[in-house]
């Protein structure tokens, strides 16, 4: 059973960086394609950036573009978000999630439809 946990939320400044993590205790993150996603107050869930488990590539949203970065830690069975230059438009609730289908998902966008395993979410505040 797909069991998915976030990790790493924090409250951070202007400018900060923080790094989130994706762990998933039952299942090998590596034959899945895992996307982030937020949600701030009053706004739907958005795609963040997704990495495909077959090609490797990676996909962001434009307002993330050159700031996050998405990667899978083998070792830990993880799949992190790097996230630099942080801005208070950035803080959500942020998410990690997998599809049904090994290697499914992540070619032409980060598109909740594609999802169907979400953990729980953790916190990102940005604010001075």
């Known amino acids: 059973q797909v069991q998915l946990a976030e990790s790493g939320g924090d409250l951070v400044q202007p400018g900060g960086s923080l790094r989130l993590s994706c762990a998933d205790s039952?299942?090998?993150?590596?034959?899945?394609?895992v996307g982030w996603f937020r949600q701030a107050p009053g706004k739907e869930r958005e795609g963040v950036a997704c990495i495909n488990a077959v090609s490797g590539n990676t996909i962001y949203v434009d307002s993330v573009k050159g700031r996050f970065t998405i990667s899978r830690d083998n070792g830990k069975n993880t799949v992190d978000l790097q996230m630099n230059n942080l801005k208070p438009e950035d803080t959500a609730v942020y998410y990690c999630?997998?599809?049904?289908?090994?290697?499914?998902?992540?070619?032409?966008?980060?598109?909740?439809?594609?999802?169907?395993?979400w953990g729980q979410g953790t916190q990102v505040t940005v604010s001075s």
């Open positions: 039952g299942f090998d993150l590596n034959y899945y394609t």
């Open positions: 999630a997998t599809p049904q289908v090994m290697g499914y998902g992540c070619w032409d966008g980060v598109k909740l439809e594609e999802y169907d395993h």
